[in-house]
């Protein structure tokens, strides 16, 4: 898997992502749920930027019928592997990135997690998502904050803040890469908000995570205090980690 992104390389091994896949698929159709107007073994799902295809797999599992894009040749091909070793018929991965998506009301649930930090073009990528659901489907968003001092991908402090310039230099000088691009466009809570404000076919809201337990930290004093702390002050958005929102199409 030579074209990996670099952040990929000294993550959880393959089987520790697997067992959790089945925690994230759930954490998915439970967030989701109280804004879908059918039950999980009904839906359609689009997990748009599947990786490896853990969760997808998981989600076909669960639901009618499961498709995951995504962009990355090796993580394709894992995701393929993947496919042919479940053996699940309603369960399709396609290589294609969001712009080639054409796909019209076709989704109950489109998920994008951990994806739109990847991406260029994000408001031409939520115009694409949102055309592909049906009427009254729900896009379920979860990306990292721009503002959190630590950045996700490589675990650098303060890397998320700086000129691409800089932060590659930063990057190269830690060791732990080279080029920082495919992972820098997290967007703060003022730009995800513009960007969902711009799309006035959906009613988005920020939403914390339906099973704590089921998050990564979620046994963890600070997490729940954190999450608590989020419903009582919806301010702090601002300041957290990751965003959580969910949108249904009008």
Known sequence: MSNLPAYEYGKKSMRHRAAL????????LETAGPFLTRPASELDVLD????????????????RRAVGIEPNSALYEAALNLREDRGLANLEFRRATAADLD????YDLVVLDNVLEHIVHQG???ATACAALKQRGV???????????????YDLPLLS?????WANWYLRLSGRGTDYTDASYAPTWFRLRRLFAARAELSY??????DLSLATLGDSLHYR????????????????KMFVVVAVKR
């Not at 930027?49 to 076909?60: D, K, M, N, P, Q």
């Not at 205090?225 to 957290?240: D, E, N, Q, T």
């Open 161 to 165: 803040y700086l000129p691409l310039r």
């Open 21 to 28: 896949a089945e925690g994230f698929a759930r954490q998915i």
């Open 205 to 210: 809201q920020f939403v914390v995570p339906a």
């Open 103 to 106: 796909e019209r009301e076709t």
């Open 225 to 240: 205090f954190g999450a608590a702390a989020l419903r009582r002050f919806p301010c702090l958005w601002v300041f957290s």
């Open 124 to 126: 031409a990528a939520l």
């Open 48 to 63: 748009l930027g599947c990786g490896y295809g853990f969760t997808t797999v998981e989600l076909a599992r669960r639901c």
């Open 139 to 153: 896009l379920l968003v979860i990306v990292p904050n721009k503002l959190w001092p630590m950045e996700v991908h």
